[in-house]
């Protein structure tokens, strides 16, 4: 189980017995917050602002993931007078995904929104965002159209990401890196969010059948704080990549693609097999058994253990995805919003 999602892991604040038993938001905002005491503030009364211009119920969920800085303290005072507002707080710092798959599991609404918590995205627009979800889509991400980031650090490599990201896992968008988004619940909640899979939220929801589409949005310089990211994040959504890759191709019948695998391993292995036994003469003639090859043998008994390793891999992978409880609950959850 991921860290953020032990209980231990959560020290949430005792929460106004009346804000628990209250109905279900239309909408959650999942905001998770790292050292951003000076953005609080502002981050919190733009948010109360666009939300209530809606015309729609809605919760504000502050993710605190291990802040020094004074942000929680704060996040206490905002929630005593805010009835909107439910906070989560983390230990330690886990990271982002992390953070938004606590939020996740902690927001009611039938709509989810997510953003940063550095005021660089603007919730101004999160009212557009609902709007193309009411026709249709279950997921609609922002596009940071024109970015108010650094260009070696920021803005160069995550486009190198997105090209790489939108060929590789089929989810055409211009900018998978932008936090805010809007799902339909039923999208976050069947996720099984680990390591820095945040950034790929939108290919999963390709790998679960969700229809996705993308909107330009604002981005604003970051006013105050420090950015939590670096350079070092691109070798992190290399190894993501892969892995997300596995998981859109390979989730639902693994047995094919480690069939398609092994096959050419179980030809290899005759073909070896009869290039030890069989020896040819001078004058074209075939001789079985007189002499063999011994590393033409040992060739051919290692490749048919590795085909048939590979192939029983893949069985015992079909085995374990059919027997899943996450993966039924997935295919459940899918068929259900699916028919409505």
Same mark, same amino acid.
């Given at each position: 189980?991921?860290?953020?999602?032990?209980?231990?892991? =959560?020290? #949430?604040? @005792?929460?106004?017995?009346?804000?628990?038993?209250? #109905?279900?938001?239309?909408?959650?905002?999942?905001?998770?917050? /790292?050292? &951003?005491?000076?953005?609080?503030?502002?981050?919190?009364?733009?948010?109360?602002?666009?939300?209530?211009?809606?015309?729609?119920?809605?919760?504000?969920?502050?993710?605190?993931?291990?802040?020094? $800085?004074? %942000?929680?303290?704060?996040?206490?005072?905002?929630?005593?007078? $805010?009835?909107?507002?439910?906070?989560?707080?983390?230990?330690?710092? /886990?990271?982002?995904?992390?953070?938004?798959?606590?939020?996740?599991?902690?927001?009611?609404?039938?709509?989810?929104?997510?953003?940063?918590?550095? =005021?660089?995205?603007?919730? @101004?627009?999160?009212?557009? *965002?609902?709007?193309?979800?009411?026709?249709?889509?279950?997921?609609?991400?922002?596009?940071?159209?024109?970015?108010?980031?650094?260009?070696?650090?920021?803005?160069?490599?995550?486009?190198? @990401?997105?090209? =790489?990201? @939108?060929?590789?896992?089929?989810?055409?968008?211009?900018?998978?890196?932008?936090?805010?988004?809007? /799902?339909?619940?039923?999208?976050?909640?069947?996720?099984?969010?680990?390591?820095?899979?945040?950034? +790929?939220?939108?290919? *999963?929801?390709?790998?679960?059948?969700?229809?996705? %589409?993308?909107?330009?949005?604002?981005?604003?310089?970051?006013?105050?704080?420090?950015?939590?990211?670096?350079?070092?994040?691109? !070798?992190?959504?290399?190894?993501?990549?892969?892995?997300?890759?596995?998981?859109?191709?390979?989730?639902?019948?693994?047995?094919?693609?480690?069939? *398609?695998?092994?096959?050419?391993? +179980?030809?290899?292995?005759?073909? *070896?097999?009869?290039?030890?036994?069989?020896?040819?003469?001078?004058?074209?003639?075939?001789?079985?058994? &007189?002499?063999?090859?011994?590393?033409?043998?040992?060739?051919?008994?290692?490749?048919?253990?590795?085909?048939?390793?590979?192939?029983?891999?893949?069985?015992?992978?079909?085995?374990?995805?059919?027997?899943?409880? !996450? !993966?039924?609950?997935?295919?459940?959850?899918?068929?259900?919003?699916?028919?409505?």
């Amino acid at each position: 189980m991921h860290p953020a999602q032990r209980n231990p892991q =959560l020290a #949430p604040p @005792a929460l106004d017995p009346r804000r628990s038993e209250a #109905p279900a938001p239309d909408v959650s905002v999942v905001v998770p917050i /790292y050292n &951003e005491r000076d953005n609080l503030l502002p981050l919190h009364s733009a948010l109360t602002w666009a939300l209530r211009d809606l015309g729609r119920t809605y919760e504000i969920v502050f993710v605190d993931d291990g802040s020094r $800085d004074g %942000t929680r303290h704060l996040m206490r005072a905002l929630a005593a007078g $805010d009835p909107h507002l439910r906070l989560v707080f983390f230990r330690r710092n /886990y990271g982002q995904t992390a953070a938004m798959a606590a939020g996740f599991q902690k927001s009611r609404g039938r709509i989810v929104v997510t953003m940063d918590g550095d =005021l660089q995205n603007d919730p @101004a627009d999160i009212g557009r *965002l609902l709007e193309r979800i009411d026709d249709g889509f279950d997921v609609v991400c922002g596009w940071r159209k024109h970015r108010q980031d650094r260009a070696v650090t920021r803005l160069l490599p995550s486009r190198f @990401a997105n090209m =790489l990201i @939108a060929r590789v896992t089929g989810a055409r968008i211009h900018d998978t890196g932008c936090s805010l988004k809007a /799902y339909r619940g039923w999208v976050v909640r069947t996720l099984h969010l680990y390591s820095d899979m945040h950034r +790929f939220m939108a290919a *999963l929801g390709v790998g679960i059948g969700a229809r996705i %589409t993308e909107l330009p949005v604002r981005h604003h310089p970051r006013r105050a704080g420090k950015s939590k990211y670096g350079l070092g994040r691109i !070798f992190r959504v290399l190894a993501d990549l892969i892995g997300i890759k596995m998981l859109i191709n390979f989730a639902a019948h693994p047995i094919r693609w480690f069939l *398609l695998l092994s096959l050419p391993l +179980f030809f290899v292995a005759p073909a *070896l097999f009869t290039l030890g036994f069989v020896k040819v003469t001078g004058d074209g003639d075939w001789r079985w058994f &007189e002499s063999y090859d011994l590393a033409a043998v040992a060739a051919g008994a290692v490749a048919f253990l590795v085909a048939g390793n590979v192939f029983l891999l893949g069985f015992l992978a079909e085995l374990q995805i059919k027997v899943s409880r !996450f !993966f039924r609950q997935r295919i459940s959850v899918t068929a259900r919003e699916a028919s409505r």
